[in-house]
């Protein structure tokens, strides 16, 4: 299965505790079909102090989604959006919004 999300991509989560909120992903794992949004899913470590952590105690950040939990915001019509394939004339595969036919892919 290809991930139609990228990083940077705003999306809208659909389901779960954080249904209706908007983010920028910060990261995705398409081993695991997860992805990071920009705080969405925010979650507490107990951390030790080490180098980045120099205080220590408890840290928020941001948990992982499963991808199949959020759409893709297209950035043209600003609607959530299922994604298709565009072929250009030069033969390259871009990703496009299914309901206003733009190209989301620069």
């Known amino acids: 299965m290809g991930l139609n999300i990228k990083k940077d991509d705003n999306v809208l989560v659909i389901s779960g505790k954080e249904k209706g909120k908007q983010g920028r992903v910060l990261s995705v794992v398409p081993q695991k079909d997860v992805l990071i949004i920009e705080k969405i899913n925010m979650i507490k470590r107990h951390m030790k102090p080490n180098k980045t952590y120099t205080q220590g105690g408890i840290i928020e950040k941001e948990g992982s989604l499963h991808i199949s ?22 033969g390259a595969k871009v990703r496009g919004c299914k309901k206003c036919k733009e190209v989301i892919d620069r």
């Not at 019509?77 to 994604?83: A, D, G, H, I, Q």
């Open 69 to 90: 939990s959020v759409m893709l915001m297209c950035p043209r019509c600003n609607r959530p959006t299922r994604v298709s394939s565009i072929l250009l004339e030069g």
